[in-house]
């Protein structure tokens, strides 16, 4: 409920005046942004790296209406791994819908391909992001493709859908490497399950299949410490290897628990976004955790008593 109530709000064209180029609280809410230009990114993937954790790179953006801007979007993806100091070990998300999904799906596999081989010369990785659900069959279909010729490109599969655990079977089965996540969309409760103990259980679930499968390239995202425990335990009870998974957290969310992850020996992940498009996925974070919310109000109100 609060999750549906917070998108709702934040949805409103006065509120989302607020977080803008001049709102009061920008400089608050990008906390969870690395900043708006590449060289604000390259600077927190340097300060991510020097403390022993891994770096995904997502220019943030979607739903572009020309072919322009999705080649556009490409070619700011190739930038990002010409101009990262060792690419070899980066990954970059990308969304297929900022890539021409929507004007046509063989524009966004020729603009997502072009990305795929550019990271494959310089050993770095792509990782698709999944999108609200009526997109998923279509990204799915132009993962698949991708992997033929580019095995290394994964995809993230969204634990609040219904569909996603049998997506995670066939994707296992095709060994496409797979990111599990919760998911951050407003989706209706046909799709969806509509609470969070409920998304909670399916993430378990398809958790428990995705690591105790062997082989493969399990990517955990959560910052939740009851199923970061439970990821731990089923890689201890089938003896699958550290070096073979990963755990995924976001820029600005849980620094604690990410750098305890990194001294304990597994392999830690942060997703860095940058761009000038970072309301609707600030958005989605605020929805996603109350206490996202709860910061930004705080501030706020001490912002006001100070003006």
């Given at each position: 409920?609060?999750?549906?109530v917070?998108?709702?709000?934040?949805?409103?064209?006065?509120?989302?005046?607020?977080?803008g180029?001049?709102?009061?609280?920008?400089?608050?809410a990008?906390?969870?942004?690395?900043?708006?230009?590449?060289?604000?990114a390259?600077?927190?993937?340097?300060?991510?790296r020097?403390?022993?954790?891994?770096?995904?790179?997502?220019?943030?953006?979607?739903n572009?209406?020309?072919?322009a801007?999705?080649?556009?979007?490409?070619?700011?993806?190739?930038?990002?791994?010409?101009?990262?100091?060792?690419?070899?070990?980066?990954?970059?998300?990308?969304k297929l819908t900022?890539?021409?999904?929507?004007?046509?799906?063989?524009?966004?596999?020729?603009?997502?391909?072009?990305?795929?081989?550019?990271?494959a010369?310089?050993?770095?990785?792509v990782?698709?992001?999944?999108?609200?659900?009526?997109?998923?069959?279509?990204?799915?279909?132009i993962?698949?493709?991708?992997?033929?010729?580019?095995?290394?490109?994964?995809?993230?599969?969204?634990?609040?859908?219904?569909?996603?655990?049998?997506?995670?079977?066939?994707l296992?089965?095709?060994?496409?490497?797979v990111?599990?996540?919760?998911?951050?969309?407003r989706?209706p409760?046909?799709?969806?399950?509509?609470?969070?103990?409920?998304?909670?259980?399916?993430?378990?679930g398809?958790?428990?299949?995705?690591?105790?499968?062997?082989?493969?390239?399990?990517m955990?995202?959560?910052?939740?410490?009851?199923?970061?425990?439970?990821?731990?335990?089923?890689?201890?009870?089938?003896?699958?290897?550290r070096?073979?998974?990963?755990?995924?957290?976001?820029?600005?969310?849980?620094?604690?628990?990410?750098?305890a992850?990194?001294?304990?020996?597994?392999?830690?992940?942060?997703y860095?976004?940058?761009?000038?498009?970072?309301y609707?996925?600030?958005?989605?974070?605020?929805?996603?955790?109350?206490a996202?919310?709860?910061?930004?109000l705080s501030?706020?109100?001490a912002?006001?008593?100070?003006s």
């Open positions: 409920m609060l999750r549906t917070v998108l709702s709000v934040t949805g409103n064209p006065l509120v989302r005046g607020l977080f180029s001049r709102g009061p609280v920008r400089s608050l990008l906390r969870f942004v690395a900043g708006e230009t590449l060289e604000d390259l600077r927190v993937v340097d300060e991510v020097s403390s022993g954790r891994l770096v995904t790179v997502d220019h943030l953006g979607e572009v209406t020309t072919p801007e999705a080649r556009s979007a490409a070619t700011d993806y190739v930038k990002v791994l010409e101009r990262a100091p060792q690419s070899e070990g980066l990954n970059v998300a990308v900022q890539l021409g999904l929507d004007l046509a799906p063989d524009l966004a596999l020729d603009n997502t391909g072009a990305v795929v081989a550019a990271a010369k310089l050993g770095a990785t990782t698709v992001d999944m999108e609200s659900s009526g997109y998923v069959t279509a990204i799915l279909d993962v698949r493709r991708l992997h033929v010729s580019h095995p290394s490109v994964g995809v993230a599969l969204q634990a609040s859908l219904h569909r996603s655990g049998k997506d995670l079977e066939e296992i089965e095709a060994g496409v490497p990111r599990l996540c919760k998911g951050a969309y989706e409760s046909h799709v969806a399950y509509p609470r969070k103990s409920q998304v909670d259980a399916n993430y378990a398809m958790l428990e299949m995705l690591l105790a499968t062997p082989g493969g390239y399990p955990v995202a959560t910052h939740d410490p009851a199923l970061v425990a439970r990821a731990k335990r089923i890689v201890a009870a089938t003896g699958r290897p070096d073979s998974f990963e755990f995924q957290m976001l820029y600005g969310v849980r620094p604690d628990l990410q750098t992850l990194a001294r304990q020996g597994y392999r830690m992940r942060v860095v976004p940058y761009g000038s498009e970072w609707p996925y600030l958005t989605r974070r605020m929805a996603e955790r109350p996202n919310l709860v910061f930004f501030h706020l109100r912002r006001s008593g100070r």
